[in-house]
């Protein structure tokens, strides 16, 4: 039993430290790719001893290519996140990081902040205010008799979702054809290429919203279980519901408000840890968040290396990786799918 545990102990501390070493490993590897070609040994140089590598390689490496791979790892982390605890919290295996309205919420707010402001630093402020007004819409929307209940929230989250799409249509038949509405649908598609250092401040919102869902892994499997009978296990269902979805919009509206609308991280990542290590969200979140760190950097890797002119990653995201799942599905047969 002694040899038992002390091996289920150094597995935890192997899995551990490689859903650790994994996101900052690809990190990494992508600054060593890019359409300014750069030698191994001159990124290398670059990191260590900058002041011994020409000024465009500095600018490449520091500049260009570590803060997209900060923020998309960031960004990947936290939509993969957000996912699997609404996932447990709402009991339903096709809920995504948006179904509170928040990447709709976002897209009203960002189209304001190009309509009316110009863009700029606007519209990532425009956009994280109006993906937490969705949410705290969609929980009002959801009450019924002073109780909200995971039913009528996914309802309330339908409604105000709807609402800012049809808010979000009104903008785009009133912005300029030839300036605004190009950066609105730009948008949309979800891009790391304006990303810079300043930006990374919304890194802070989204390390709070993974460290509340972290901490309540333990409350996403009593919830999982249905109110009733998390209720009669002792739990505080209310208090540990608003903590998982305070989390969890922490971080979707931070992640959607610096990279755009990207929608299926949320919804497949958490399915792919399910397949990889179970339904545990002790495992599954620290699993799903180093998963959908790594995809996101890969995704932002290949947006700007595949050709000549940068892809979406929302679109590429939708192309690379529905087929992958898919094949994944196949192959584990639906393993751990529910």
Request: glycine share 10%; with cysteine.
């Amino acid at each position: 039993m002694k040899q038992t545990g002390a091996a289920n102990r150094t597995r935890g501390a192997a899995l551990a430290a490689a859903l650790v070493v994994l996101p900052v490993l690809f990190v990494l590897l992508s600054l060593f790719f890019g359409r300014y070609p750069l030698p191994v040994r001159e990124v290398l140089a670059a990191l260590f001893s900058p002041a011994r590598v020409p000024l465009a390689s500095r600018v490449a490496v520091w500049q260009l290519r570590l803060p997209r791979a900060l923020a998309a790892a960031f960004v990947g982390a936290s939509l993969a996140a957000s996912g699997a605890a609404f996932q447990s919290v709402f009991r339903n295996p096709l809920v995504s990081s948006g179904i509170l309205g928040v990447s709709n919420g976002a897209g009203f707010g960002a189209c304001v902040a190009i309509v009316c402001f110009g863009g700029g630093v606007y519209t990532y402020l425009f956009s994280f205010v109006f993906a937490l007004a969705a949410v705290v819409l969609s929980w009002f929307a959801g009450r019924i008799s002073r109780v909200t209940t995971t039913i009528t929230m996914i309802l309330g989250g339908t409604i105000v979702g709807a609402f800012f799409s049809a808010l979000v249509s009104i903008m785009k038949y009133v912005a300029d054809p030839y300036s605004q509405l190009p950066s609105i649908t730009f948008w949309f598609m979800g891009s790391f290429s304006s990303v810079g250092y300043s930006r990374l401040l919304a890194a802070i919102p989204m390390t709070i919203g993974m460290a509340l869902i972290f901490l309540s892994r333990w409350r996403l499997n009593v919830l999982s279980m249905g109110e009733r009978e998390a209720a009669a296990l002792g739990l505080d269902v209310r208090r540990s519901r608003f903590l998982v979805i305070g989390g969890a919009t922490l971080c979707t509206a931070a992640a959607v408000c610096i990279s755009g609308t990207i929608g299926w991280v949320g919804l497949v990542i958490p399915h792919i840890g399910r397949m990889l290590i179970g339904n545990n969200n002790q495992k599954l979140v620290p699993v799903s968040i180093s998963l959908g760190a790594c995809f996101m950097v890969l995704m932002d890797l290949l947006s700007r290396t595949l050709t000549g002119a940068e892809i979406p990653i929302g679109i590429l995201c939708a192309l690379i990786g529905t087929p992958f799942f898919v094949y994944l599905l196949k192959k584990t047969r639906g393993g751990n799918w529910t």
